[in-house]
Nanobody
């Protein structure tokens, strides 16, 4: 049974930091690209960052470049999103997802497995 479980969300002041974690099981984690997406109320689900199976390639949305870092630990079947210098516009539900290929990793349609999401709220 596939499970993708996010954790680490919460309430933080602008300028603060959070580290999201995503623990996966039920599939060969080390063979999958992983991505973080976010969705704010009334808005579409947008990619935040993605990482290839080996960790050798990463992708970031322009809005988070220089502030967020995606990483993975294949031994722990876990992917992380370190978020620094958070802004109120980063407020959203953050989702972790797995894709068989890193190709077009910014498209949510490429992802096969999704977590339930974790809320991140940044106060001004």
């Amino acid at each position: 049974q596939v499970q993708v479980v996010e954790s680490g969300g919460g309430l933080v002041q602008a300028g603060g930091s959070l580290r999201l974690s995503c623990a996966a099981s039920g599939f060969i984690f080390s063979s999958y690209a992983m991505g973080w997406f976010r969705q704010a109320p009334g808005k579409e689900r947008d990619v935040v960052a993605a990482i290839a199976w080996s960790g050798s390639s990463t992708y970031y949305a322009d809005s988070v470049k220089g502030r967020f870092t995606i990483s993975r630990d294949n031994a722990k079947n876990t992917v992380y999103l370190q978020m620094n210098n958070l802004k109120p516009e980063d407020t959203a539900v953050y989702y972790c997802a797995a894709a068989k290929t890193y190709d077009r990793a910014s498209y949510y349609q490429r992802y096969d497995y999704w977590g339930q999401g974790t809320q991140v709220t940044v106060s001004s």
